[in-house]
């Protein structure tokens, strides 16, 4: 079988298997790759994708999969194209999900660095090109817009004092049946603390305690 037909294969495979037993096909990737690097590398391609679609409650698991996802493509067409066909007066010639890899990779750069306007720019630009990644390069614009708007504060040790005690009265009020107070600490918590696990299953406490 051709390397483009076990493609279609594996992705009729991969859609229809539950993602709940999406561990079974990260095990089967493992085997594959060691005797057909490609073939494994296009499987971890379509599971990234699955999980991007999936969503994460946490920014800095959503931001390691996305760049592990456009790395994954980055390398499954390295391995097959000469190094000159990504030098820049050639990239328009590449597939359209290269291309989309090299613009992910290149915005997740100018994120690091702090340059909001070109990251935005480069996730649009993907849409052009690469229209069945919009619901991931939404998200990516949604929490780029988050970060923005909430600046994270220097974790000095004060600040963290104060996280805490809040997380703590938080719990007294989610206990304490008092979930209209507890929303309002949780509205005041969350743009400070994103990534913080405690404070997001705390969250979730709330929402089932409420519906």
Known sequence: MDLESWQKCIASIV??????EDSHLWE???????????QGLWLKKLLLERRLAKGFPMKKAFLENL??????????????YQSSMFEESFCHLLPADCRMSLA???ALDSWKQG???????????ILSFCPQMAGVIREALRLLKNELDHPAPAAGPEFEQLAFQM???????????QYQEAMSVLSQLL??????????????QLLADIY
């Open 15 to 20: 859609n229809e298997t539950a993602y709940e």
């Open 28 to 38: 089967a990737r493992e085997l594959l790759s060691k005797e057909h690097p490609l």
């Open 191 to 204: 743009p400070l603390l994103p990534d913080d696990m405690e404070l997001l299953k705390l969250q979730q």
């Open 104 to 106: 992910v990779l290149e």
């Open 115 to 125: 340059n909001p306007s070109e990251t935005v720019r480069l996730f649009r630009q």
């Open 167 to 177: 997380k703590a009265a938080l719990k007294t009020m989610i206990q304490n049946g």
């Open 67 to 80: 760049e592990k996802y456009a790395l994954c493509i980055h390398s499954f067409y390295k391995s097959q």
